[in-house]
C-alpha cells in the first residue's frame, strides 16, 4: 500500500468517524461533544480507487447538513418549552420543582 493511499485512508477514517457521531447526536440527541475539526495534510491527490468512499462520506455530510436547520428549530422550541414549564411551576410555589419530562408532541 502506497503511503498516499494509506494516508488517505486514516483521513478518510478519521472524517467518518466524526461524521458517525454527529448523525447520531442529531438522531438521539445524546452524543460526544467534538473539538474542532482539524483537516489532515495530504500532499497527494486522493487516490482513484477512495473515490466513491470519498464521494459516499460527503453526501452523508450534505444529508445532515439539510437536517440541521430543523433539529435546531426543534431544540430550540424544547427549549423554549422547558422555561415556559421551570417558570410557571416556580411561581406558585417556593417548593414547586421544575418538570423533569416535557411532552412535546403535545
Known amino acids: 500500500m502506497s503511503d498516499a493511499l494509506a494516508a488517505w485512508e486514516q483521513a478518510l477514517d478519521a472524517l467518518e ?6 448523525e447520531e447526536l442529531a438522531s438521539t440527541g445524546v452524543g460526544a461533544t467534538r473539538s474542532d475539526w482539524v483537516p489532515p495534510t495530504l ?3 486522493l487516490p482513484e ?11 452523508r455530510q450534505l444529508d445532515l447538513r439539510g437536517r ?3 433539529l435546531i428549530t ?3 422550541r424544547q427549549l423554549e418549552m422547558a422555561r ?3 417558570t410557571r411551576s416556580g411561581a406558585h410555589s417556593s417548593t414547586s420543582r ?3 419530562y416535557i411532552d412535546t408532541t403535545a
Open 98 to 100: 421544575s418538570a423533569i
Open 74 to 76: 426543534r431544540t430550540g
Open 84 to 86: 415556559k414549564v421551570s
Open 17 to 22: 468517524a466524526d461524521l458517525v457521531a454527529a
Open 68 to 70: 440541521l436547520p430543523g
Open 43 to 45: 500532499d497527494e491527490p
Open 49 to 59: 480507487e477512495l473515490r466513491a468512499r470519498a464521494i459516499e462520506l460527503h453526501e
